[in-house]
């Protein structure tokens, strides 16, 4: 399944397929992102970043891809499981240390 | 693993009544902020901290709000008349060492309810 973050706040899978959750991101000079998870009743959750020399690193069944002409950035989850469901974020940071969110996509996965 | 803590994790509060809330951020961090999140909104920046200065705050952050770093290990935010419109979850956040664009450490938030 796939979601544009912005515009599309919800987005609902079958488990075990992929997920891929994206980002528009407002300022040009931002060189640094991450994608964080947010379960309910807690802090955002670290799950990858990437610097803006990169254009895509992978971690453990997540894979992030940055796409600095268009300002798009993406989270894609392999093999997406029921405890993935949460608020997804993603986050920019620049020369200025004021880290900024994304609105965030809500992932359901369905077993 | 070293955790951001928060405390407490419910406060409820008069409307022009002052609050603080208060934050342990990871020991070796250097690096400090307090973000807030309305109800099923995005979670939004207020204000980072360094060197015992506020370095970036947003347009949020207005003569209400202060933070302060009193010890070597706390870390508070206070508003001084809060708003029904203040009533949101609180998160904390620190990084470092060496550089602020690394991974942000967040607290499970306190959350103000303003009556």
């Known amino acids: 399944g796939e979601s544009v973050g912005l515009h599309l706040p919800t987005l609902s899978v079958q488990e075990g397929d992929n997920s891929i959750i994206n980002c528009a991101y407002s300022?040009?000079?931002?060189?640094?992102f991450i994608w964080y998870k947010q379960e309910s009743g807690k802090g955002p959750q670290f799950i990858i970043d990437?610097?803006?020399?990169?254009d895509k690193r992978q971690g453990q069944r997540v894979t992030v891809l940055l796409n600095k002409t268009v300002k798009h950035l993406s989270l894609q989850i392999a093999a997406t499981q029921p405890g993935d469901s949460a608020v997804y974020f993603c986050?920019?940071?620049?020369?200025?240390?004021?880290?900024?969110f994304g609105a965030g996509t809500r992932l359901t996965v369905k077993p | 693993e070293p955790e951001v803590t928060q405390t407490p994790s419910h406060q409820v509060t008069q409307m022009g009544q002052e609050v603080i809330l208060r934050c342990v951020p990871i020991?070796?961090?250097?690096?400090f902020y307090w973000y807030r999140q309305i109800l099923g909104q995005k979670v939004e920046f207020l204000v980072s901290?360094?060197?015992?200065?506020?370095?970036?705050k947003s347009e949020i952050f207005d003569d209400q709000f202060s933070v302060e770093r009193p010890d070597g290990s706390n870390f508070t935010l206070k508003i001084r008349s809060t708003k029904l419109e203040d009533s949101a979850m609180y998160f904390c956040?620190?990084?470092?060492?060496?550089?602020?664009?690394?991974?942000?450490?967040f607290g499970n938030g306190t959350r103000l309810t303003v009556t």
């Open positions: 300022n040009s000079a931002s060189d640094y």
């Open positions: 956040a620190s990084n470092g060492p060496i550089s602020y664009n690394s991974p942000l450490h």
């Open positions: 986050a920019e940071g620049g020369n200025n240390n004021d880290m900024r």
């Open positions: 990437i610097r803006s020399n990169m």
């Open positions: 020991s070796n961090h250097l690096y």
């Open positions: 901290f360094y060197n015992n200065e506020i370095s970036e």
